[in-house]
């Protein structure tokens, strides 16, 4: 799939890996269910997630040098800011990673007992979101700012779905059902702080890209951007798709691997 592409293809190529994504998660439930594999389940997080990375992050345009030597120029700016946004990306994983760890050392081979349905349902949710999220970024590098406010909307309404769902739905049913964040407990105290950690520190990141899409929608209909000038549009569409990238890899740590520990 070649970086340069015409607007159909470009877009095209966004439906290609929602379509990937979609069988992998599929798959990534059926293994947990019929077989409980931990290492295919982990196999299948990383590709959906170079997936996600490559093809929807484009962490190829880090390759990318200015042939500007005016650093004041817009081309300047852009691949610098590209540069700093990664770096805080990567810091910022850092932070997900150590509550993955966590989960490990404190849970092992158990997980909190959750409502699979809702789980599947939520995941499925933020994918679709990256998948619109791709779309509108694709429509604004050819031009097409309506076609990039439509797509916003559709994301920012399922980013919020998702958050109402893991926020309202999952944590009442898991407080209902028993799951607090008790350590008084030794059996299930740090189940649930795991699961409210992570979950809630994944929130927190959605909410704060809600508010991101919201500046650039309002940007966009601004006139702010344009086909050759839209860094705004990158940085919101990238930062969008890293907390898809990191819902990949709790998804199953949460809800996939290992055994349910029951919280009565």
Known sequence: MSHSQTKSAALMQGVIIA???????????FVAVAFDAVPLLIVVAIIKGFLVLYYFMHIYKLNETDTDTNHDSYAYKTVTNRLGLWLFLLSDSFVFAGLLVMRSNLLGLTRPELNQALGLGVTAVLLVSSFFMNRGEMQMAHGDVKGFMRNTVITFVLGLGFLLGVVLL?????????????????????VGGVFYMMTGMHAFHVFTGLIFLAVV??????????????????AAAVYWHF???????????????????AAH
Not at 22 to 28: C, R
Not at 175 to 189: I, K, M, Q, Y
Not at 217 to 234: D, F, I, L, Q
Request: zero cysteines.
């Open 19 to 29: 379509i990937y994504l979609a069988a992998l998660t599929i798959l990534e439930y």
């Open 217 to 234: 929608w309002n940007n966009a209909r601004k006139g702010v951007y344009t086909a050759e000038k839209h860094w705004g549009v990158e």
């Open 243 to 261: 907390v898809d990238l990191v819902w990949i890899f709790f998804y199953p740590a949460l809800y996939l691997i290992g055994t349910a520990v």
């Open 170 to 190: 999952e944590w009442r049913i898991a407080a209902h059902e028993g799951l607090t964040a008790d350590f008084g407990n030794p059996v299930t105290g740090p």
